[in-house]
């Protein structure tokens, strides 16, 4: 075991930050066109797309230089390395795995310099949990598929210009996960119609999204057909280390810790309350665990171990933790607690309050708890399946 | 020993829970959502004609004499469909002065409450997270015959509906509550997250209230209206928490996935189960709180800080849970199991949160 790096990450370390140093004002300092120059630089940096291999326009860095990457640039609060999320997350890999050449010269370009937005057209009305019995409906006609059908809670898709969308093409199968299609859709194809849906926090970050007689070339395709389940899965299990993630909880614990510093309970100071400190010392202990769970499982893909399940350990961590600090900082403030922006006596401008009202987009939005429950007990433990 | 509802009562949830279906079904709940005062004079006046306005006023100042425990049957109906009417409030506003009130402030004001034609509301507390008598910081001087007052009062539930505000304020060390028209104060919505139950924030501007409007309050006072508080909110939180869990439990039966009803599932069915139990627990404290209200006040402190310290953590549990349940769907603005949730996180810090209220258990059990 060795928790030191070597001197070359060291140096990587130091690179980062002297990177962030000069191109990282602070908020006050930034002018309208930051973001784009930001973008701009860590490009050239070659830092979008860190792992993905250089002939794609990557930067074929290694893991662990990319979670160095990613600790500091969430240490320094940095806007993200790229404006396409999903396209960085799941599409982009998935393209480079299973795309033919055309399609990685088409999309890859687009994603790295944050040119195009795409948006995951995966769950139904009937089908969130149990996605693979989608029903939206793929009709091969010559060069290209018929669409029809419906998905919803596809996030972004409001301002998204391509979707990644699962369509079933065959529905005579004995296994569900059979018959499934993937195909690249642009979202301004005729016959495709995006209806926003506001959440409970008055955001419209989701949408339904209809297809009606929708025509996909066959070249759009991504993987065979039948194949789209093995595609988009493991695409997703491209999701690599959460070690950026666990630095992002940490800074909000921080904050938190702010808040209790400033903060009083029944008239004598909260940092003094033994239930308080208990709390702030159990939410530590979450993420510290999943930090140290997480460069377990990254030392095991570098030593090219196959993960099984076990990033659904950090992921219930991360869905509780999203759940319980928001809530904390609100019970804490009492009434000036649950005020919203526009009160005079909301706590950090309301700031807790919002988003105690946006945990289902992490609780929810990435396969519930009780999926990640039966993932541990079924695949890990060797239970019985329901 | 009957620890249940008499017909009369059952009779009485009859009526409310068909008031609620047929005249503030969850359509005219979201438009009065909308409004800044969340008040339908309309509505108010069926209360009233109907008697929960008077309920526990005594009939001698026009009202039917009943006790908390017959109020609590109203509140658990109305807080089931999330009923924006301030019908807690008036209540509260009564206990406040029936408790504190000369006999010619109850003579000129309780049969007006009683009728429906004034809307009282009162504020207590200053800070958003503090029982006691220090955390009234609203201050009254005395002048000519009376006080004068200036300062904010930065929740007070239903002001921007209410004809009358009686509002805690500290005078050297007494304390007392002040009464005061609407159009003597200024009012600012205070945005929070449960528009079913809109607060204002009310600023006093070099306020003169004359003697007769100053209801002196004293520490014991102010311990008993915030427990009758807690009744109110524990009420509606009873009936809140039952609609959500039934609502979620209800989804189950009915959302398949995997072939199957999800409540199938024990990680579904069990976690309902528990929230039953849960449900279950605080109604039955609550129940026993507001009969120790009308019957054995003693037991009143014990007795509502076991109901409140138990519903506030349970009910925001379950506003959580309702929504996790869900799914996505329950995460939608359109969808009405959120709005339990924001109820739930209203409700925990009125009157007390759970650690004030457990603490107070504790000491009170002579630890
Ligand atoms: C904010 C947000 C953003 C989203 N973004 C996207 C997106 O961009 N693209 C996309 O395709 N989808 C997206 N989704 C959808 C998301 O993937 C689904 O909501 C999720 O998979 C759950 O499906 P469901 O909502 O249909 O709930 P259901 O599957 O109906 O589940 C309801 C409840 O039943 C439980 N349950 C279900 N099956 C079982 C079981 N076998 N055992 C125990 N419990 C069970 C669940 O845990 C849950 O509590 C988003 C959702 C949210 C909330």
Redesign the interface.
Known sequence: MDFDYTPEEQAFREEVRTFLKDNLPPKEARDPGFLKTWLERVREKGWVGFSWPKEFGGGSGGLIEQAILREEMALAKAPPLGTSFMGLAWVGPGIMQYGTQEQKQRFIPDILDSKVTWCTGYSEPNHGSDLAAIQCKAVRDGDHYVVNGQKIWTTGAPFSQWIILLVRTDFDVEVKHQGITCLLVPMDAPGLEVRPIENMAGDRHFAEVFFTDVKVPVENRLGDEGDGWKVTVSALANERSSIGEVTQMFAKLDTLKGLVRNSKKQGRPASEDPKVRRQIAQFEAKIAAMKYNGLRYLTKQIKGEPLSSETSVNKLHRASLEIEMDDFAVELGGTAGVALAGSEEAVDEGSWAKSSLSWPNVVIGGGTPNIQRNIIAERILGQPKD | MNFGFTEEQELLRDQVSRFMTEQCPMAKVRELMATDNGFDQGLWQQAADLGWLGLTVPEAYGGLGLGWIDLTVVLEETARGLCPLPIASQAHSVAAILRCGSEVQKSNWLPTMASGEAVFTIGLYD??????P??ITLEATPSDGGYTVSGTK??VPHAQAADYLLLAARCADKLGLVALERGQVTIS??????RTKP?G?VTLDNLTVAEENFLPMSEEDLSYLTDIGAVLVTAEMVGAAEAALYMTSDYAKER?????PIG??Q??KHRLADLYVDVESFKSLLYYAAWAADEAPDELPRAISLAKGYASDAF?ELG?DG??LH??I?????YDV?LY??RS??A???FG?S??HLERVATLGGL
């Open positions: 800070e958003p997270n503090w029982i006691d220090q955390a930065p929740f919505n205070q945005p929070q997250m449960d607060m924030r398949i996935q995997f072939g199957k199938q599932y990680g579904v925001a959580i929504i996790g799914g996505a329950g995460f939608t603005a359109e959120q949730l924001k996180k209203w925990r810090p009125i949160d650690d004030y």
